[in-house]
């Protein structure tokens, strides 16, 4: 009897929590960059704009103090890269590629919550995000003793193959597939969000050997973000 008392009670909650579950859409600005060394650093002056849309889901496990929030988005990420003196490029020859992959991503994350009010709270997330590559540009810029060019080409996804066995290797040669996690903070009010997330990537972007002496090339992302959820509290 006590089992199934539990079990009922558990169903009934479960039942309880899923009646306000909600759905809703969200979009963002992205300031993306792609770490440089095997210590996962970055510099500022890589960074690059761009921007997330998508829709997301609130599903309680604790009514007002912890759901499980999934989405689905399109994202953008990237980063700058730029070499030699544009001002004097017969000695020291200029170049700057801007490299903007973007990406389906699929976060799943985990979002404890702190009522401030009957229809408000302020938030705290985390937890894993999938990513495959579907679009994107290579644009570049050069500049050899005052010759100027600069165009641009579509990323090239790869099949993973290393980049010590690939004759086809590239700035814009990169992995489909992307992984990492989300930490976010933000504030939840009535049906309206806004967030500010921090997505660390854990997956190479770009070809090469998977060994722990060469880890470079990982995504980083800020983003911030309002969106809005429908349905009842």
């Known amino acids: ?105 699929i976060p799943l994350n985990f979002v404890a919550k702190l009522p401030i009010g009957q229809s408000s709270s302020l938030f705290a997330g985390v937890g894993p995000y999938f990513a495959f590559g579907v679009a994107g540009k290579q644009k570049y810029e050069t500049t050899i003793a005052g010759v100027h060019a600069s165009g641009s080409e579509s990323i090239k996804w790869d099949d993973d193959t290393p980049f010590n066995n690939d004759p086809n290797t590239a700035y814009n040669k990169m992995k489909r597939f992307d992984w990492g996690g989300n930490v976010q903070i933000g504030a939840e009010l009535s049906n309206f969000l806004i ?19 060469d880890d470079k090339s990982k995504n980083r992302v800020f983003s911030v973000s309002v969106g809005y959820l429908f349905g009842g509290k």
């Not at 700058?80 to 903007?100: C, M, R």
Request: net charge positive; glycine share 8%; aromatic share 10%.
């Open 195 to 213: 967030s500010a997330q921090y997505g660390i990537g854990f997956a190479k972007v770009n070809s090469g050997e998977d060994n722990s002496t």
């Open 1 to 105: 009897m006590k089992k199934i008392l539990l079990s009922f009670t558990a169903l009934t909650f479960s039942i309880a929590a899923m009646s306000q579950a909600r759905v809703g859409i969200k979009a963002g600005w992205n300031l993306s960059n792609i770490t440089y060394d095997n210590s996962g650093n970055t510099k500022d002056s890589r960074s690059l704009s761009g921007f997330n849309v998508g829709a997301i889901a609130d599903l309680p496990l604790v009514p007002r103090i912890l759901s499980f929030q999934p989405g689905v988005f399109y994202t953008t990420k990237g980063t700058k890269l730029e070499t030699g003196d544009k001002n004097n490029s017969t000695v020291n020859p200029y170049a700057k590629y801007t490299i903007n992959p973007s990406y389906i991503e």
